[in-house]
């Protein structure tokens, strides 16, 4: 299955400054494309990858596997990175990478339930052992919550209308597959916003969203992964979707700032610098010739973060 082409590759792997005896921490492991490249350039590090989707980590290990032995995978949410690599004696890092998409393989794959193309029951679990699902959402939730996470997490103007409609549809029958929802939501939309984008893309997405937490675990983990790199060390985070960048954006400028007290001062104190700076000022995005060959990087962002004291 080698169906995912990883999203601005060169410049996150670039990004990381890798050296033979790097120690790496994928934090979304996926298919593999970028681990098995970092995996590549670290013959004498090692490599910690985090995934929580089965079906993604046996492919993965086969992947890494063919590349070499000094990797591990760790199934779990990137949210309990530092207590993880405790537990296996790691305290410190020398890069972390975040991937923060969809892999083309879980949304290709009907059964999964994320794609408003295809036809299947309402799912979107990034790990499928979790009880939450995207029918669970739909079926359960208020017609307040489903509004709310509508506007909050897909930033839809129809976010009142959409959720009426979906409550109205399942007094008679649950909500059970995602192109009933799609025709659903198509009905609470006008026709003129119809035919400029898709209507269920951003509903889509705040309900993935919702069913995996992706935007409450990102600040923590962030965290957690500031912590864990060493001086020099770096943090490259690959966004989809304004809500993720702007988190992003905003958590490393914060990190990165320097007090008011001594702004401006021609010589600052080393004690009053802040212990990070930014790589780049601006986010880096993908060339209009990745756009081309992978329609799905045109969203993409990269943010990177490094430590100096």
Do not use: W
């Not at 970028?34 to 670290?42: F, P, T, V, Y």
């Not at 052992?129 to 129809?158: C, H, M, P, T, W």
Request: aromatic share 8%; glycine share 4%.
């Amino acid at each position: 299955m080698e169906r995912h082409i990883s999203v601005l590759l060169n410049e996150s792997i670039s990004s990381l400054k890798l050296k033979e005896n790097s120690v790496i921490v994928d934090a979304t492991l996926g298919y593999g494309g970028h681990s098995s490249n970092i995996l590549d350039r670290i013959s004498k590090g090692y490599l910690f990858a985090f995934d929580q989707d089965s079906e993604a980590i046996r492919h993965s290990t086969d992947r890494l596997s063919k590349i070499g032995t000094n990797f591990t995978i760790i199934k779990n949410n990137f949210v309990n990175m530092k207590e993880e690599l405790a537990k296996l004696g790691v305290t410190e890092v020398d890069g972390v990478l975040f991937d923060l998409g969809v892999s083309s393989p879980q949304l290709d794959d009907e059964e999964r339930g994320f794609s408003y193309h295809n036809d299947a029951r309402l799912d979107m679990r990034m790990n499928r052992e979790q009880k939450l699902s995207a029918y669970e959402v739909v079926n359960n939730y208020s017609k307040e919550d489903l509004a709310r996470i509508f506007f909050k997490y897909g930033e839809d103007k129809f976010s009142n209308n959409i959720a009426k409609k979906i409550c109205e549809y399942r007094v008679n029958k649950p909500i059970e597959t995602t192109l009933e929802l799609v025709e659903i939501i198509k009905s609470a939309v006008p026709m003129k916003f119809r035919l400029e984008k898709h209507p269920a893309r951003q509903i889509f997405q705040a309900i993935r969203i919702e069913v995996n937490k992706e935007l409450d675990v990102l600040e923590p983990a962030l965290s957690q992964a500031l912590d864990l790199i060493k001086v020099g060390g770096r943090v490259a985070v690959i966004t989809f979707h304004s809500l993720e960048d702007r988190i992003v954006k905003n958590y490393f400028k914060e990190k990165t700032k320097i007090d008011d007290k001594v702004k401006g001062m021609p010589n600052i104190p080393n004690e009053y610098l802040p212990d990070f700076k930014l790589v780049e000022n601006k986010a880096i995005i993908p060339s209009e010739e990745e756009i081309k060959n992978n329609p799905r990087a045109r969203s993409s962002k990269l943010r990177v973060i490094e430590r100096i004291k």
